[in-house]
């Protein structure tokens, strides 16, 4: 059987390393996972555990390229995160198994229309408008684990026009690799090409055309993209 129209391409990343590419199957992401992000939104981390929001796989915008600003917001902000690579799937997986499904990881950013978030959460409305549009989930190429291992630590940064806005450590995760793992694996069955963007710390912060946006993780790598 053939496809009644040419079937969708299948959106991918590079490798560090490697002429393979890493076929992307589903982008999760991980609310309020630093207690300091929490409360600059106003939530009490104590309080209101993370949760999950999902993005479309095909908004993958590569390191280097364009993220062309957004029709109907005029609040769009830069959120600096470690993303989780899989390399193997499943259901209910223990945290002690949990690392043995990570192929590798990388450095991306989850571009936010904050405005049309804001509005949703105020009407008790779904994230999408806000989270999952066009070019909204930016991310390096992937660093595999059998080269780096499996950070617990290590600097997150990001600079827009070369002034730092976001400055902490994937230590301060409040779930960290193994647990979201496993917690996702719970609600979803998980696959090998999925993506877990794992959560932003304090600064975020809106961008405008013309911004010049540079992130990244220590020892995992770096991600450069231009607003247009
Ligand atoms: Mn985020």
Redesign the pocket.
Known sequence: MTYVFDAPSVPALPIRGSDKLYPVHRIY???R?YAD?AREMGHDPDREPPFFFQKNPDTIVQSGGDFPYPDKSENVHY?M?LVVALGKGGKDISRNQALDHVFGYAAGL?M?RRDLQGAAKKTGRPWEIG?AFDFSAPCSEIVPAVNIGHPSKGRLWIEVNGEIRQDSNIDQLIWDIPETISYLSGLFTLSAGDLI?T??PAG?GAIVRGDQIKGGVEGIGEIRISVT
């Open positions: 992401c991980v609310g996972n992000h959120e995160e989850d936010t989270k963007y959560g932003t975020v």
